[in-house]
């Protein structure tokens, strides 16, 4: 089995995947094998960096971090965050081990399961770049946009709750309003596109099917250490 290296921003996030790919992988490997796993993450205020230098800076880290983690031996990394994932092409020029995209892997498996028209959900950051579009250009299926209210909306419950482990009942509620709008419009699947949203949106919660993006990373992830 391959090394993992997990590129951590935010706890939460990190600690999801981490856990996920630990019990996930004894379906593969058996009864408490998992491939050995590194973690590596500087301070979340570091990339709190909103301002016009910020891709600079996120670029920076990530290229920081997953240098960091090759020195642990690490074979590979992920990063379990979306956002970040907008200086990918500019990060894998930089680093010397593959860094599995969150985005790729995810429109890969809503090929398999053939949906057609798709909601995204993430952070503002996620909502105007490409890393989606780019993910999803060749397929055919519609990625779904919320209107500028709803993106703020779930940038703000991801930022100042969900990011700290926050689960409120509010916020499950607005969530679950959200996704009922749209799935009367004809929206047949949600990417979850940050690793924080599965904390407050699962089956439970929508009809829709979910495409969690920290779930399918973790399952990419188990499937590259065993190639």
Same mark, same amino acid.
């Not at 709190?48 to 642990?72: C, H, Y």
């Not at 990060?91 to 053939?114: F, G, H, S, T």
């Given at each position: 089995m391959k090394h993992i290296g997990i590129a951590a921003v935010t706890a939460e996030g990190a600690?999801?995947?981490? #856990?996920?790919?630990?019990?996930?992988?004894?379906?593969?490997?058996?009864?408490?094998?998992?491939?050995?796993? +590194?973690?590596?993450?500087?301070?979340? +205020?570091?990339?709190?960096?909103?301002?016009?230098?910020?891709? #600079?800076?996120?670029?920076?880290?990530?290229?920081? +971090?997953?240098? #960091?983690?090759?020195?642990?031996?690490?074979?590979?990394?992920?990063?379990?965050?979306?956002?970040?994932?907008?200086?990918?092409?500019?990060?894998?020029?930089?680093?010397?081990?593959?860094?599995?995209?969150?985005?790729?892997?995810?429109?890969?498996?809503?090929?398999?399961?053939?949906?057609? #028209?798709?909601?995204?959900?993430?952070?503002?950051?996620?909502?105007n770049s490409a890393v989606y579009p780019n993910a999803f250009e060749h397929l055919a299926a519609e990625i779904v946009i919320p209107t500028d209210e709803e993106q703020v909306l779930v940038h703000s419950l991801i930022v100042d709750e969900l990011v700290s482990g926050v689960v409120s009942e509010s916020a499950k509620q607005a969530m679950q309003g959200l996704l009922s709008k749209y799935a009367q419009q004809g929206v047949d699947s949600v990417i979850l596109g940050c690793t924080e949203l599965p904390l407050i949106i699962d089956e439970a919660l929508t009809q829709l099917a979910i495409l969690d993006s920290t779930k399918i990373l973790g399952d990419a992830a188990i499937k590259a250490a065993t190639n």
């Open positions: 600690a999801i995947t981490y #856990k996920y790919i630990c019990s996930a992988s004894e379906q593969v490997f058996g009864k408490h094998t998992h491939p050995e796993i +590194s973690i590596h993450g500087f301070s979340f +205020s570091e990339h709190m960096n909103f301002g016009p230098e910020r891709l #600079k800076k996120w670029q920076d880290l990530l290229v920081r +971090s997953i240098n #960091k983690l090759e020195a642990t031996g690490a074979q590979l990394v992920i990063c379990p965050s979306n956002t970040p994932h907008e200086v990918y092409e500019q990060v894998c020029k930089k680093i010397n081990i593959p860094w599995l995209n969150i985005a790729d892997e995810v429109a890969k498996v809503a090929e398999q399961k053939q949906y057609k #028209k798709i909601l995204l959900l993430g952070t503002q950051f996620t909502f």
